[in-house]
């Protein structure tokens, strides 16, 4: 199941599991639009949930029922621009945007997780490199981080991780006017050793192996092309 399934890291993890595993569930609050994407799959489902509602989404993971791997990819609501900026309404909305709609779904998926399962977050190396205009991000991406360490304890068996991405070309970034974004990915490529932003794919990959490797439990995974390197 991923929460967040539906457009760029989330709709390429739908992707990479059904080709490689059974049964997968995408869920957002308009699945309508990853439809002609997924039709080409005979073993993906979509369901519509607002992770921002906890009781709609905790409904909705039910009906879904027993789950071996939950991922959470789901973005929204983060404020771009320096800190004197943000202020409360930006506040606000970086903790409605992310912050709760991962608490709530990780809530979720816990609850139909099975024993032996894996839960992976998608943070975002803000959290742990500074990254100068990003403030809101480095505050949601770092609890988040925090978050996993105590989940992986009281949650096992159950194992609790998260892959935490660099710059990855998403429709996330379709906000910004194409010379903006041009000059972003450019910049961000310039910075990374491995030459490159990443593609969607790239970090769906590192999700996906996080779910195959069984005793791994309470990590951060950079999928960052190096970039968090000294
Ligand atoms: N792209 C990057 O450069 C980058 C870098 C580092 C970290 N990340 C992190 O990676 C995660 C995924 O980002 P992305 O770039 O793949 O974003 P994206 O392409 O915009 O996809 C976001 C997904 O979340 C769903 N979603 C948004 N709000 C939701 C809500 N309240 N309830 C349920 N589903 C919701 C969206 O579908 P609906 O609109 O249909 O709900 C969509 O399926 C985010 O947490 C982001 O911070 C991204």
Sequence with gaps: MVIGGTSGIGLACVELFAACAGEVWAVSRNPQRALS????FGNVRTAAA?????EALGRLVATIGPC???VVSIAGGAHLGPFPEFGDAELDRTIDGKLRPYVHAARAAL???KPAGSLTLVTGMSARRATPGAASLALVNGALESLVLTLAVECAPRRVNAV???TTATSAWDRLPEPARRALFDGAAARTPLGRIAAPIDVARAIFALTRTTFVTGVVVPCDGGTHLP
Excluded at 37 to 40: F, I, K, P
Excluded at 50 to 54: G, L
Aim: glycine share 6%; hydrophobic share 35%; net charge negative.
């Design 37 to 40: 994407a997924l039709s080409r």
């Design 164 to 166: 935490s991405p660099g």
């Design 50 to 54: 607002d992770a921002t509602d906890s």
């Design 68 to 70: 071996d791997h939950a």
């Design 111 to 113: 609850s139909v997780l």
